[in-house]
């Protein structure tokens, strides 16, 4: 986790609302800006804490890393919540990423099937774990070839902690600007994570209608 010596939130936009109704707020957050606030009390910036400042109710109903930006999803009460979490948990939303990875990857799709758990040596780091991880799948497909990097579409079948950012040091091509799991070169290659949540689709807890949100892509 960051601590106050490296934690300094972006604060423009403070806050960027794409929807919001009765039940659900949708929000494109961006990368250096915790989901919920950390232990630490330096810590206690959150867009959780953004958007209670103006829906008390605001509760988080899934997670993005701190430096991964992109759609997040809040609920306003508790019917809602329990509706839009129910669709976390059984695999019923539908998310991908836009991600730069380090390096040429020669095929133009292909699945990550690895099973990943916590690096307790080296926490909040995950790995892959084929004793004790949980089951984790990400399909991918090339978007552009840029060089020595690569700009991918990550679909995340599993929603374990890292998933995207070990699987992709797994296969090779580490995400850009990763300060987990990248190496010094592909660290310094941008100035920060380049991982995205770009899309997220959800059936309403209300109306039962398909959602479908997009965020523009930052880099």
Known sequence: MPTLLDYFPPLEPYLNLIYGDDDLLVFDKPSGLLSVPGKDPSLWDSIRHRARQKWATAEMVHRLDKDTSGIILM?????????????????????????????????????????????????????????????????????????????????????????????????????????????????????RLQLHAAELSFTHPTTGELCHFTAPVPF
């Open 75 to 191: 609920a306003l009460n508790k019917r809602a919540h329990g509706k839009l979490g129910a669709q976390f948990e059984n695999r019923l939303t539908q998310k991908s990423y836009i991600a730069r990875v380090w390096g040429n990857v020669e095929a133009d799709e292909g699945l990550v099937d690895l099973p990943l758990a916590t690096d307790w040596d080296n926490k909040p780091r995950q790995k892959v774990d084929y004793e004790t991880g949980r089951a984790a799948q990400t399909q991918w497909s090339v978007m552009e070839r840029e060089g020595n990097a690569t700009r991918l579409r990550l679909i995340p079948l599993t929603g374990r902690t890292h998933q995207l950012r070990v699987h992709m040091k797994a296969i090779g091509h580490v995400i850009l600007g990763d300060a987990f799991y990248a190496d010094p070169e592909a660290f310094a290659a941008a100035d």
